[in-house]
């Protein structure tokens, strides 16, 4: 089973190429540095979905907030 969970993005590293792009998560206040390859359109704000360091989308907010809400009810 894979897991997914959503962070906020604080920060970001520009660089040339989109492919290396790289931001900084925030996920309740734990920083992790990820691969912002496959969210170009990704701002400093917007919430992302990521598994193993890579942000796979970016999240509504309502949807963010829905997921956080699940994994905390989970056992």
């Known amino acids: 089973m894979?897991?997914?969970?959503?962070?906020e993005l604080v920060s970001m590293e520009a660089h040339p190429d989109p492919l290396w792009r790289q931001g900084e998560v925030s996920f309740a206040?734990?920083?992790?540095?990820?691969?912002l390859a496959?969210?170009?359109?990704?701002?400093?704000?917007?919430?992302?979905?990521?598994h193993a360091g890579l942000a796979l989308t970016v999240l509504d907010g309502?949807?963010?907030?829905?997921?956080?809400?699940a994994a905390a009810a989970s056992p």
Not at 2 to 7: D, K, N
Not at 29 to 35: A, C, K, P
Not at 38 to 50: H, I
């Open 2 to 7: 894979c897991l997914a969970v959503p962070g």
């Open 38 to 50: 496959c969210v170009p359109e990704a701002r400093v704000g917007d919430q992302l979905l990521v």
């Open 29 to 35: 206040g734990v920083l992790r540095q990820v691969s």
């Open 62 to 69: 309502d949807d963010a907030e829905l997921m956080r809400q």
